[in-house]
């Protein structure tokens, strides 16, 4: 594969004078269908953190890679992405690019849900049922009714997961529910979210809650409260405040708005930066 673009679109290069523009807008809202591929989104999310990720190129590799399976079954899907590195707990040194497909690709490294992307998008190509699964904390995928960990690229038993989970204490109703497209970018957005420092990065954290806002239209007073959360981070508590006072008119939940308020009289009587 053609070595990938090696600049760092979030570099520190005055990223604040750039305008918010949203250039992958339609494109997000078409690749969120339920007719297209995860692949798209995935290939959607790389190229809002970079816009010259070549979106044939990695189109072209998941190809390659599904040549490479003898057979449409998990295993030969499995050990096909096992043979050409994709195994382990490997990641590549920026945050950000576990988060790119077309890094993935290159370096047989990334986090749990964009490799699932490449196993998912390399079993449709054969014709294999796959899709994600949203586990909690690990995203998951299934292949021909099989889960696998897209990580260490092994098929793993819904026992041992559900025992996982309960031992984590987390809640395991609907944890083995199909994600939609829809789902998958809006954890991707998370994820390049968290990658982000704010710090010297605002704009570009403002960024990616606009695109994740227009997956999320009924959820306006989470965006609102982590738009605040930058603001706090950039420093502008006056702006802060005003989010979170928009936040206690939205419909919300009476506990969420408790939060809310406490979080707006400790920014008015301390400035305190703490609102996550």
């Known amino acids: 594969m053609e070595v990938a673009s090696s600049h760092n679109p979030f570099d520190p290069i005055d990223s604040m004078t750039f305008p918010r523009e949203l250039r992958f807008e339609h494109q997000l809202i078409h690749v969120t269908g339920s007719s297209v591929s995860p692949v798209e989104v995935a290939i959607t999310v790389a190229q809002i953190i970079d816009e010259q990720v070549n979106a044939d190129q990695v189109r072209r590799e998941v190809q390659r890679l599904s040549n490479l399976v003898i057979s449409p079954n998990v295993d030969d899907v499995v050990n096909a992405l096992k043979s050409e590195g994709f195994t382990g707990q490997k990641r ?25 992307m490449i196993l998912i998008g390399v079993g ?67 994820n390049v979210s968290l990658a982000i420092d704010v710090e010297y990065h605002p704009w570009d954290a403002l960024r990616m809650l606009d695109y994740k806002e227009m997956l999320l239209p009924d959820n306006s007073t989470e965006i609102l409260i982590e738009r605040a959360g930058i603001w706090v981070e950039i420093g502008d508590f006056g702006m802060a405040r005003e989010l979170l006072v928009d936040a206690l008119e939205t419909e919300s939940p009476e506990s969420l708005k408790k939060q809310v308020r406490r979080r707006i009289r400790r920014l008015s009587i301390e400035g305190d930066p703490v609102l996550h």
Not at 92 to 116: F, G
Not at 134 to 162: C, I, K, R, W, Y
């Open 124 to 190: 449709r190509n054969l014709d294999v049922d796959c899709f994600g699964i949203n586990f909690p904390q690990h995203f998951l995928a299934s292949v021909d009714g099989h889960m696998v960990d897209p990580l260490q690229m092994d098929v793993v038993s819904e026992e041992e997961l559900t025992s996982w989970a309960k031992k984590n204490g987390l809640q395991v109703d609907n944890m083995f529910d199909r994600a939609t497209n829809r789902d998958i970018a809006i954890r991707m957005l998370n």
């Open 92 to 116: 590549v040194e920026k945050a950000i690019y576990n988060n790119r497909i077309d890094l993935a690709l290159q370096y047989k490294a990334a986090n749990p849900i964009t490799l699932a």
